[in-house]
């Protein structure tokens, strides 16, 4: 849901962006397409291959839905079909289907994709007053109730760009907030985040995106300089963040078989080393793949405008 936040924000502000200079269908569609099947294909092929070895050559635990964990008790038996890889190629996982394989977290992917129609549908509806093409398709919220929770979510983040624009629009000049303040909204968003874990209320995702769209909205005002030892990370997040967001259950579900059987690891040092070598190796993988898949987004996205008709302004095209 926070991921959700931060989405809202910077698809919002590319839609605006593009109203502004003139709006194409065709092009934000081949954009945010080609964004997303380059990793999303290659998760599919690479985590199906990695569940079907489980499943079928090695008939771990874990994969045939032995080991009564809380994140993976699906037999994946009914998940590795034709028709969920295709589903999951239609971004219907979590919608009207099941995410394929042992790729659980790939339904946000599909949540994502469907608030990519959904923002600019209705942006273009209200700027040039004439109802969108791609407005119907909210009516998939009316089917899958969480997608549409999920939308709430996701425009948190609109409501902090939208915030952010008007506060640049007054001529007053900008305020900074002090370190107090960042410190008890931080103090305060991260307290609604365990209470979540502890006790179930009412509307809670909407409730945290809201808490968290605080957050960002303070931060962003407080205009902070990343520090020097966060530039690494901060890069690896912008080029491959995806990637190992798309590949990494997998690639620990089939670790997980290899070395555990139907008991979970007990804690201590040698789980504790298992568990560092795992996560260092699938981040290694997934770093080593967004080479082949996020870093060439620009240069498929260039190829494929070639064949795209121009942008024009203020049309529904």
């Not at 004439?130 to 009316?142: D, K, V």
């Not at 520090?227 to 901060?234: D, E, F």
């Not at 080029?239 to 008991?263: D, M, V």
Request: proline share 4%.
């Amino acid at each position: 849901m926070l991921f959700f936040v931060l989405s809202g924000y910077w698809i919002t502000r590319s839609v605006l962006k593009r109203l502004d200079t003139g709006w194409s269908w065709p092009r934000y569609l081949a954009d945010r397409l080609v964004r997303l099947y380059l990793v999303l294909i290659p998760a599919l092929i690479l985590g199906g291959l990695l569940d079907a070895v489980g499943y079928h050559v090695l008939e771990t635990a874990t994969h045939r839905a032995l080991t009564d964990t809380f994140v993976l008790k699906t037999n994946l038996g009914s998940t590795l079909s034709a028709t969920t890889f295709l589903a999951n190629m239609s971004f219907l996982q979590g919608v009207l289907a099941r995410p394929f394989g042992s790729n659980g977290p790939l339904w946000s992917v599909a949540y994502e994709f469907w608030y990519y129609f959904w923002f600019p549908a209705l942006a273009v509806t209200v700027r040039t007053r004439r109802i969108s093409a791609f407005l119907p398709t909210l009516l998939l919220g009316a089917i899958a109730s969480p997608l549409a929770i999920g939308f709430l979510c996701w425009l948190a983040g609109s409501a902090v760009y939208f915030a952010e624009r008007r506060a640049a629009s007054t001529k007053r000049p900008a305020t900074r907030p002090s370190a107090v303040t960042l410190s008890w909204t931080a103090a305060g968003a991260a307290i609604l985040l365990i209470l979540a874990r502890l006790v179930d209320f009412a509307f809670e995702d909407v409730v945290l995106a809201a808490a968290f769209a605080v957050v960002l909205r303070v931060t962003l005002s407080a205009r902070l300089e990343l520090p020097r030892c966060m530039i690494g990370l901060a890069r690896f997040g912008a080029q491959a963040s995806f990637t190992l967001y798309a590949i990494h259950f997998p690639l620990i579900a089939f670790a997980a078989g290899l070395i555990i059987g139907r008991e979970r690891l007990e804690p201590g040092i040698l789980g504790l080393i298992w568990v560092v070598v795992v996560v260092a190796t699938v981040v290694w993988l997934a770093h080593g793949l967004s080479t082949i898949t996020e870093a060439r987004t620009d240069t498929v996205r260039q190829w494929v405008s070639r064949y795209l008709p121009r942008q024009t302004h203020g049309r529904d095209t």
